[in-house]
Each structure stands twice: as C-alpha cells, then as structure tokens.
C-alpha cells in the first residue's frame, strides 16, 4: 500500500512536471513580435559593417539613433556624419 502511494505520487509529480514544461513551452513560444521586441530594444539601432577610424579598415558597427557608431571590435565610438 505504502509503495502503491509512493509509485502513485511518483507518477502525479512527473505528470505534472511534463505538464509544466509543455504549458510553459507554449506560454514563451516565440510569436515573431515578441520575441522581434527582445532581439532589438532600440528599433533605430542596426549593425552593419563601416569604416572604424582607429583600426583604419572595415568593422562591424552598431549604428545608433542618432547617426553615431560604434565600433563592435575596439569599441570606438565614431559620432554622426562622419565617414
Ligand atoms: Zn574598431
């Protein structure tokens, strides 16, 4: 009787835990905007490549509102209108 309750609380925990894990599953589902809003905080800020000033060649960049950059290799931060 004592194993029977144990097996039986067993196999409730473990229901319920799947149970969890699949309703979970579907609550955080990527639902392309969702998930769109934590890939970009900032809707202005994009990366593309341009030129760094201090490494003197091409790098990748996050570009910024304002028309500034930065620079994703050293960091620099290149202000607006200038190329
Ligand atoms: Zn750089």
Do not use: K
Request: glycine share 8%.
């Amino acid at each position: 009787m004592n194993e029977q309750t144990i097996a039986l609380g067993a196999a409730v925990l473990m229901a319920a835990l799947i149970l969890g894990a699949l309703l979970s599953r579907w609550y955080f589902a990527p639902t392309g905007s969702h998930r769109a809003t934590l890939m970009r905080p900032q809707a202005a800020e994009v990366n593309d490549v341009g030129w760094c000033p201090a490494e003197q060649q091409e790098r990748l960049h996050a570009y910024h509102a304002d028309g500034s950059r930065m620079c994703w290799t050293c960091r620099t931060r290149t202000p607006g209108g200038a190329s």
